[in-house]
């Protein structure tokens, strides 16, 4: 067994882990630099230990291993991780997909190395992080318009029931797209609306805020970006 080879799979391990924890904790997501370097660190050691112990039996015990087992228990193991950091938000929208997925590819990266794949690991970080932060900003710019839209959260109270239509279709003339509403009759006899909107990237929430804020009948208002 040869340490200093172990030594150098899990500081590249290390160092590609810190690359997509620092992209994830730039954005501050909830998965961070110490839980994606654990993910990527251990998901080595436990593949150099499952490879190593396959070839450590002797010839002679009759004893038939798989060098990768450890490696397939990692994957469903990461799984509950995932799982962990995937939201249901009270608007029924869906948060963290991306974030479980980058646990998910940091353990891969992590087995690779292990596994003797350095140059694969590496490509597959680039690869990775230029999936989740390049190719979302050119789309953005040159791809569907609906690529260029973003949605956030819309909560209104508003004084008269003959008035919400009004609100709403004085929201659409600001070029912003309703996806869907809930509205509840509150014990003031005011109406509370929930919605989602879609809006272009380009509009800053604050300005949103701004402008429905100042809707004639509008009572009360809350925007949440999702």
Known sequence: MDYTDILIKLGLSAVLGLVIGLERELRRKPLGLKTCLVISIISCLLTIVSIESAYMVPDDAKIRTDPMRLTAQIISGIGFLGGGVILRRGNDSIAGLTTAAMIWG???IGIAVGANFYAEAIAGMVFLIVSVELIPLILG?????????RDIGLKLIINDMENIPKVIEEIKSMDIRLKNMKIKTLESGEHFVQAKLSVNQK???TD???A???ITNVKGT???SL
């Not at 710019?141 to 839209?149: F, R």
């Open 106 to 108: 940091a353990s891969g």
């Open 203 to 205: 509009l800053h929430t």
């Open 212 to 214: 429905i804020h100042k």
């Open 208 to 210: 949103i805020y701004y």
């Open 222 to 224: 809350e925007v949440e």
């Open 141 to 149: 710019v040159i791809g569907p318009k609906s690529l260029q839209q």
